[in-house]
C-alpha cells in the first residue's frame, strides 16, 4: 500500500530492500538510478537519459562522464551531449560501433552519480524528545494526531452550534409571545430595563435577551418564522451527530478515513519515481543456456568466453589456432574453462576476491580482443587479477587453498566467500615481495579448527619459529615419509620453477580466515626457485600432467610422488633442461577431457589427454605442444571435443620420450 518515497526529479527507486529496511527500523538507504532507455542506430547503440535520480547536477555529471572516458576508466563511448529542453531532460551518450550498451550502461551506474544513495532517517519530536521511529509508529502517531485534531474540532463546532441554538430558542420565544414582548420593550425606560424585564418575564439569559432586543422588524414575517424554526431544527440534528461521534469511537474512526480518501483523491498526483526489483533479486539463469565456455584474460585486463566447441581437438605436437587477437603490446596470460551458470572468483595481486557470473563476460569470436575486466568488476587502479577460480557454489564442504611464489599455502572455507559484494573482500593478506599463483578448491575436513583472526598473529609467530627449527634437523628426518597410503585424506601438490614439488595432506593446513597470511608450504632449494603451479591430488591413482616452457610434457601417476610433510624442500618433479626450459605448471589429468596450453603469441592448442604418454617422476617428457619459438605460458583442461577430422597434422617429428 506505501510502495516507497517519490521523488520530484524521477528516476528508478533500484531494489526494495532498502525502503523494507527503511520503513521497518526508521534508517534505510534507497538505492536511485536514472531513468534510461536505448536507441538502435546503425551500426552502434545510443544511450539516452530521461530522468535524474533526485539531487543530481545534470552539468556535473556530464563532466563527470567526460573525465572517466578521457582517464579510459570507461570504454567503448565516443560522444556525450546534452539535448535537454522546456519538455525535460534528455542526454545523449553515443556509443562506439562494438561497445555492448548493456555493459557499459552498468559501468556509468557503478562510477558516475547516475547511481546515488538516498538516506532515510524518519527522525522525528514526539512529546519533546527526539526519536527515530518506524512507520507503523509514524503511522499510529499520525492517526492519533489526527483523532485529536477532529475531536477538538467536533467540540468547537458543538459549543458553536450550542451556542446558536441557544440564541434561536430564545428568538422562538419572543415570536411566540411577540405581542407581550413589544408592549414590555415599549413601557421600558431604556435598553437595560428592556433586558431585565425579558430575562425575568420569559426565563431567558442574557444572550438571548440581547438577540431578541437586536432583532429586526423583518424577523417577525411569516417566513423569517420558518427559517428560523428550520435552522433550529437542522441545529439542533447537527448537535446530535457532533454528540454522537465524541461518545462513539466506531463513527471517529470513520470520519477520520473519510477525510482522508477526501485529501487522497482531492490532491493526488501521479507517482513520478518508478519502484523496480533489484537486479540480484531477479533469477535469469533459466533464460541463459548452460553451455561450455573458454574464458580468456590477457596480461592488460581484458577478458572474454568463447564457446569451447570452436576450438576443435587437434593431434599430439599440432601447432594450434590463434585464440585471440591481442594488442601489440599485450599477451595471453591465463585462460580455464567453466559452464556460463558458474560464479567466477577472481583473486587479485592485493589479495582481494571478487565475483562474477559466467554469462555476464562479453561473448566474442575466437579472434575478438575480449573487453576490459575493469568494466565487470569493480579493481582498484593497478590491481591485477593473479587467479580465477570458478565455481558451482559455496557448499561449506570445500576449502579455497591459496598457493603464492614464495611457497606460502592457506586454506579457507568457501562458505565464507558466498556473500558477494561488488567492491570484493581481503582473501589472503600477502607478504611484502610476495604475489598469489593461484588459488584452488578443495575438500574441507570438520576436524581442522578455524584459526581466530584476532589471534592470527600469535599462532602465526609460534608456527613460524617451530618451522625455523625444523631447518635445523637434517632433511630426510624433517620431510620423511608419513605412510605410504594417505587414505581418503585430499593432498596438496606445489610445484616450482626449477621442476621440484611437494606433496602433503590438506590437514597439515589449518583452517584460517579470510584475512589470514598462511603458513610455509614448500621451501627452495635453488636460489631464484619460486612456486609455479599448485593441483588438489584426490587419490594416488590420478594423474598428473607437467609441462615446461618449450612444450614438453608428460602424465605421471600421483603415487609417484612421495607424501612428506608442508615445509620441505621436496623431490623432482620433472627433469628440466635447456630444451626443455623451467617447468610452467600442473593440472590435473582426466582421460574424459582434453588439455589446453596456450602461448605468449596467443596461440591455443588442444589435445586430447590420452594422447599424452605416461613418464616417471624423474623424466622430462614427450613434446606436447609445437611452440615454434614460443614459450608456454599456460595450460588447463577443457571438456572433450567432438569427435570429427582433426584441422592440422602433428608434425613428423620425433615426439619419443625424452629420457
Not at 550498451?101 to 514526539?126: C, H, P, Q, R, Y
Request: aromatic share 4%; glycine share 6%; hydrophobic share 40%.
Amino acid at each position: 500500500f506505501i510502495k516507497g518515497p517519490d521523488f520530484p526529479t524521477g528516476g528508478i527507486i533500484f531494489g526494495k530492500k532498502g525502503i523494507i529496511e527503511a520503513y521497518r527500523t526508521g534508517r534505510g538507504r534507497v538505492k536511485l538510478r536514472a531513468k534510461t532507455h536505448i536507441e538502435k542506430k546503425p551500426n552502434k547503440d545510443v544511450i539516452v537519459i530521461d530522468e535524474l535520480p533526485y539531487q543530481t547536477n545534470k552539468a556535473r555529471l556530464i563532466e563527470q562522464i567526460a573525465e572517466l572516458v578521457k582517464d579510459k576508466q570507461i570504454e567503448g563511448i565516443s560522444e556525450v551531449r546534452d539535448e535537454s529542453d522546456k519538455d525535460g531532460i534528455r542526454v545523449v551518450i553515443e556509443l562506439k560501433r562494438d561497445a555492448m550498451s548493456d555493459i557499459v550502461l552498468n559501468n556509468l551506474f557503478k562510477s558516475t552519480t547516475m547511481e546515488s544513495t538516498f538516506g532515510v532517517i524518519m527522525l522525528a519530536i514526539n512529546n519533546k524528545e527526539p526519536k527515530v521511529f518506524n512507520l507503523i509508529e509514524l503511522l499510529k502517531l499520525f492517526l492519533n494526531h489526527r483523532k485529536t485534531v477532529i475531536i477538538r474540532r467536533t467540540i468547537f463546532e458543538l459549543e458553536k452550534a450550542r451556542a446558536r441554538a441557544h440564541i434561536l430558542e430564545g428568538l422562538k420565544i419572543a415570536l411566540d409571545n411577540i405581542d407581550e414582548v413589544i408592549e414590555l420593550i415599549r413601557n421600558s425606560a431604556d435598553t437595560a430595563v428592556a433586558r431585565e424585564g425579558l430575562m425575568s418575564k420569559f426565563n431567558l439569559s442574557e444572550l438571548q435577551a440581547n438577540a431578541i432586543l437586536d432583532m429586526r422588524l423583518s424577523k417577525l414575517t411569516g417566513l423569517e418564522r420558518e427559517k428560523l424554526e428550520a435552522e433550529l431544527a437542522e441545529l439542533m440534528a447537527e448537535i446530535a451527530r457532533l454528540d454522537e461521534i465524541l461518545k462513539s469511537e466506531t463513527l471517529l474512526e470513520n470520519l477520520i478515513k473519510e477525510e482522508l480518501l477526501e485529501i487522497k483523491n482531492k490532491f493526488k498526483v501521479p507517482r513520478v519515481t518508478e519502484i523496480v526489483d533489484d537486479y540480484d533479486d531477479i533469477d535469469i539463469e533459466d533464460l541463459i543456456p548452460n553451455e561450455n565456455m573458454v574464458v580468456t584474460i590477457t596480461h592488460r585486463g581484458y577478458i572474454k568466453r568463447v564457446p569451447s566447441k570452436q576450438y576443435e581437438k587437434q593431434k599430439r605436437g599440432g601447432k594450434g589456432k590463434v585464440a585471440v587477437t591481442t594488442y601489440d603490446d599485450d599477451f595471453i596470460e591465463s585462460f580455464f574453462t567453466s559452464n556460463t551458470h558458474d560464479t567466477l572468483m577472481f583473486v587479485t595481486d592485493r589479495g582481494q576476491l571478487y565475483w562474477l557470473k559466467v554469462y555476464k563476460i562479453p561473448e566474442g569470436s575466437r579472434t575478438a580482443k575480449g573487453k576490459a575486466v575493469v568494466n565487470l568488476i569493480q579493481l582498484q587502479p593497478d590491481e591485477k587479477i593473479k587467479a580465477i577460480i570458478p565455481t558451482t557454489d559455496f557448499d561449506e564442504s570445500k576449502s579455497l587453498a591459496f598457493f603464492t611464489k614464495n611457497g606460502i599455502v592457506k586454506r579457507t572455507n568457501l562458505s565464507e566467500f558466498k556473500n558477494i559484494r561488488s567492491v570484493g573482500v581481503r582473501a589472503i593478506s600477502l607478504d611484502e615481495n610476495d604475489e598469489l599463483v593461484t588459488a584452488l578448491i578443495a575438500q574441507t575436513y570438520d576436524d581442522m579448527p578455524v584459526t581466530d583472526p584476532e589471534n592470527e598473529l600469535s599462532v602465526e609467530t609460534e608456527v613460524l619459529e617451530v618451522e625455523e627449527l625444523q631447518n635445523e634437523i637434517d632433511e630426510d628426518s624433517a620431510n620423511a615419509e608419513e605412510d605410504a597410503n594417505s587414505g581418503d585424506e585430499t593432498m596438496l601438490f606445489v610445484v616450482t620453477k626449477k621442476g621440484m614439488c611437494l606433496k602433503f595432506k590438506i590437514s597439515k593446513v589449518r583452517q584460517m580466515g579470510r584475512t589470514a597470511r598462511g603458513v610455509t608450504g614448500i621451501k627452495f632449494k635453488e636460489p631464484g626457485d619460486e612456486v609455479v603451479g599448485a593441483a588438489v591430488i584426490e587419490s594416488n591413482d590420478q594423474e598428473i600432467l607437467s609441462i615446461s616452457q618449450k612444450g614438453i610434457g608428460k602424465r605421471t601417476t600421483a603415487d609417484e610422488y612421495r607424501l612428506t610433510n608442508r615445509g620441505g624442500k621436496g623431490v623432482i618433479c620433472m627433469k628440466l633442461t635447456s630444451r626443455t626450459g623451467d617447468l610452467v605448471g600442473v593440472v590435473m589429468v582426466d582421460e574424459e577431457q582434453d588439455l589446453m596450453a596456450l602461448t605468449s603469441s596467443g596461440k591455443m592448442i588442444r589435445v586430447d589427454m590420452q594422447s599424452i604418454r605416461k613418464a616417471g617422476r624423474n623424466t622430462s617428457g614427450v613434446i606436447v605442444v609445437n611452440v615454434d619459438g614460443d614459450d608456454v605460458v599456460s595450460i588447463a583442461r577443457c571438456p572433450k571435443a567432438d569427435d570429427g577430422e582433426d584441422e592440422e597434422e602433428a608434425p613428423s617429428e620425433d615426439m619419443g620420450l625424452l629420457e
